[in-house]
């Protein structure tokens, strides 16, 4: 297994408080992700990363914001909780390169959020 | 708007049988496309990709078929086993554009003993 690991794995939080979840990282891969899955949704890209305190917003990102300040760690942040941001998180990796999976990701186990 | 589409949300097909899952997307651009495998509790796993040089590609008992000209592909799992219960994602992406997968709706499958 990819060496991903999400913190916490469980939450649960009132409207309006800030949430911070954490993806570290042991592969040195250089690129990271946020997605959010939601039943009929799939997986929705939040954020995502290319490199140290290189991030760019996905499909989803209102109420989002990230930071990436080390290779290994890719900091996702809810500023505001809202009902509709309960959700899983997962967090992923991907190195770029040769090979037949070159767009392969590797994910995390999932951050279940629940806001009251 | 959806990108990629999946169909059925769910299947039910019983053991030694044959799963098939279908996906249709739209932008063009898309150039690997794969399929992921996600068990309870467990975060998706790669299970078999495909780019749109080739029509079809088996590995094992999952083969996916890709129509360039219809903008879909489909998973095919042949003598399907109770251990292939789980959701299936498809997905697209433009390689050159740092992997950022568009997910499907996700297919959740239970093979009957």
């Known amino acids: 297994d990819a060496g991903i690991t999400q913190s916490p794995r469980h939450k649960v939080t009132e409207t309006g408080t800030p949430v911070t979840l954490r993806c570290h990282q042991t592969?040195?891969?250089?690129?990271m992700y946020w997605y959010r899955q939601d039943p009929g949704h799939g997986l929705r890209l939040i954020h995502y990363s290319y490199g140290v305190k290189d991030t760019d917003k996905g499909e989803v990102s209102d109420g989002y914001s990230v930071s990436r300040s080390k290779t290994e760690d890719f900091l996702l942040t809810l500023e505001s909780a809202t009902s509709s941001q309960t959700s899983v998180y997962f967090c992923?990796?991907?190195?770029?390169?040769?090979?037949?999976?070159?767009?392969?990701?590797?994910f995390g186990e999932g951050s279940r959020l629940t806001v009251l | 708007q959806q990108q990629v589409k999946q169909s059925p949300q769910s299947l039910i097909v019983q053991k030694g049988g044959i799963s098939i899952i279908n996906c249709a997307y739209e932008?063009?651009?898309?150039?690997?496309f794969p399929w992921y495998q996600q068990f309870p509790g467990k975060g998706p796993a790669l299970l078999i990709a495909i780019r749109p040089d080739v029509s079809e590609k088996k590995e094992g008992r999952f083969t996916i078929s890709f129509n360039k000209s219809a903008k879909q592909f489909s998973l095919h799992i042949m003598d399907s086993q109770p251990g292939d219960s789980a959701t299936y994602f498809c997905a697209a992406s433009i390689e050159a554009a740092g992997n950022k997968l568009t997910f499907g709706g996700g297919t959740r499958v239970l093979v009957k003993p």
């Open positions: 992923a990796i991907s190195e770029p390169g040769q090979g037949a999976n070159t767009g392969e990701l590797f």
């Open positions: 932008n063009t651009a898309f150039d690997y």
């Open positions: 592969e040195n891969h250089r690129y």
